[in-house]
């Protein structure tokens, strides 16, 4: 089942923060981040295992609560480079494929 | 990472044609997936393509209409049959990197007009 994203999209100016949640309603044993431009491919950003850990690099950070099945992903001070569509991938235990959310479209004005 | 090639990068095709795209990887890799991406959607699962084993599909996604090849750890080829306007689409090929925290990383995709 396809885990829902929020929000849909997002407008922001230059150095805002954002966040963008996924729910799912299964129990899930990792969250794939990925982040799309206009006409490329999607290109990898963090993975989250179960255990509720937490990542980050640079200004783009997220969690995995395992009770609620939920990971956010945070982006602070953002940068006109992070304009573009976001997926969080699902994995439920043993499945070995992920299910993506529906993506969230951020924009970044200046 | 391991770096992912397709071809063809985009192409026009008549209807009741059929087209096969190619995934090349520049390492081994046990894990092989093909997406299937309409424009302005998610990315939807067509199937796993294993070395050694048949593809597994995903619901709704079934051999005769996207078989698919896997000889070895590094190239795969998805081939989409008798095609029709629906199958307008971006195709992508994904690879699991053996032993890397099971991260998938994406080809630059196949973009596909059906006339």
């Known amino acids: 089942q396809q885990p829902v994203q929020s929000p849909q999209a997002v407008i922001l100016r230059e150095g805002e923060d954002a966040v963008i949640n996924c729910s799912s309603s299964?129990?899930?044993?990792?969250v794939h981040w990925y982040r799309q431009k206009h006409g490329e491919a999607p290109v990898f950003l963090m993975i989250?295992?179960?255990?509720?850990e937490q990542k980050g690099h640079d200004k783009i950070s997220a969690s995995f609560n395992e009770k609620k099945q939920q990971s956010s992903l945070y982006l602070t001070a953002s940068q006109l480079s992070y304009s573009g569509t976001y997926f969080c991938g699902t994995e439920i235990q043993g499945a070995q494929k992920l299910v993506f959310g529906q993506g969230t479209r951020l924009t970044i004005n200046p | 990472s391991a770096v992912i090639s397709q071809k063809p990068s985009r192409d026009i095709c008549q209807r009741g044609t059929s087209l096969t795209i190619q995934c090349q990887v520049d390492?081994?890799?046990?894990?092989m997936f093909w997406y299937r991406q309409q424009p302005g959607q998610s990315l939807t699962l067509i199937a796993t393509a294993n070395q050694g084993s048949e593809a597994t599909y995903e619901s709704g996604f079934v051999i005769d209409k996207f078989p698919i090849s896997r000889p070895n750890l590094t190239f795969s080829t998805l081939t989409v049959s008798n095609m029709s306007p629906e199958d307008s689409s971006i195709y992508l090929c994904?690879?699991?990197?053996?032993?890397?925290?099971?991260?998938?990383?994406f080809g630059p995709g196949t973009r596909l007009l059906v006339l």
């Open positions: 994904s690879v699991e990197e053996a032993g890397y925290q099971e991260t998938q990383y």
């Open positions: 390492s081994q890799v046990t894990m």
């Open positions: 299964k129990a899930l044993y990792s």
């Open positions: 989250l295992l179960k255990g509720g």
